[in-house]
């Protein structure tokens, strides 16, 4: 049943659900933080993302907020380490309602939640993984499904065209450039397409090429007309831009990564 929320209970909403002990073998015993990400607009998020996370992660993002924003993060708390008593489920507890205090802090200012640290917190480790099963070439289907999860958590928090939102849906419709026949590539591809529309960011702009050919692929191979496509590459010809022999959106989204990581 979709739930009514007050004024007071409207936006973001960042809850600790649980949390476990993870005894892998590779691993040192530590525990993981189950969040789960809303966004409440007159009725309940029905779509909740949830992701997990070590005291690590959100320590990595509490330094990297107080060294960007220290006045803004000045009077808030962060659980401190300590050298036993990790597993007692009460110190677990205590960690849980802090993050959750550090997170509401975060979501209340545009500008501090779509900070890089915040984007690194939000989509790490999960879209480096969808990124590793994608450059396997048999895995497309998972890194597919991977990457709509990203999108979906980061659609919560940032703006439509914000960087990370658009660069993800830019991976998602590489995906079903390779496969067409993935369930909704033509709706992504549209969604892909609208986000662009009055981009004005140099290094997004880049992608806009790469991404119209692998709209037109996608519609090709679901039947669906690509005129509008094709005006806009007539247009952007008349322009004075070549589009033959381009890279695809894969290699477009790799190069532009890479320099990214650079600067």
């Keep these: 049943m979709t739930q009514i929320l007050s004024?007071?209970?409207?936006?973001?909403?960042?809850e600790i659900i649980s949390a476990r002990i993870s005894e892998q073998p590779a691993e040192k015993k530590h525990v993981i933080y189950t969040l789960q990400v809303?966004?409440?607009s007159g009725s309940d998020d029905l779509t909740p993302s949830v992701i997990d996370r070590r005291y690590t992660q959100f320590e990595n993002l509490y330094n990297g907020l107080r060294r960007d924003f220290p006045d803004f993060m000045a009077d808030t708390q962060f659980p401190k380490k300590v050298l036993t008593g990790n597993f007692n489920n009460e110190l677990i507890s205590?960690?849980?309602?802090?993050?959750?205090?550090?997170?509401?802090?975060v979501g209340s200012e545009s500008k501090i939640r779509t900070s890089k640290s915040m984007q690194i917190f939000l989509q790490e480790p999960?879209?480096?993984?969808?990124?590793?099963l994608f450059e396997k070439q048999s895995c497309n289907i998972l890194a597919f499904e991977k990457f709509q999860n990203v999108f979906k958590l980061l659609n919560k928090v940032f703006s439509d065209r914000s960087h990370a939102v658009l660069l993800t849906l830019c991976w998602i419709v590489a995906c079903c450039e390779e496969y067409p026949k993935l369930a909704h590539a033509v709706r992504w591809s549209d969604l892909a397409l609208y986000r662009f529309d009055g981009v004005s960011d140099t290094d997004l702009l880049q992608l806009y090429l790469p991404l119209l050919h692998a709209c037109?692929?996608?519609?090709?191979?679901?039947?669906?007309?690509?005129?509008?496509?094709?005006?806009?590459l007539d247009n952007m010809r008349r322009q004075g831009i070549n589009d033959k022999g381009g890279k695809s959106l894969f290699e477009a989204l790799n190069e532009l990564e890479e320099r990214i990581l650079k600067q």
């Design 38 to 40: 809303r966004y409440i």
């Design 126 to 132: 999960e879209l480096t993984e969808a990124k590793q």
């Design 7 to 14: 004024a007071t209970k409207q936006g973001l909403v960042f």
């Design 216 to 232: 037109e692929k996608i519609y090709e191979e679901n039947e669906k007309s690509t005129e509008s496509i094709l005006l806009q």
């Design 94 to 105: 205590a960690r849980s309602t802090a993050f959750e205090s550090v997170l509401r802090h």
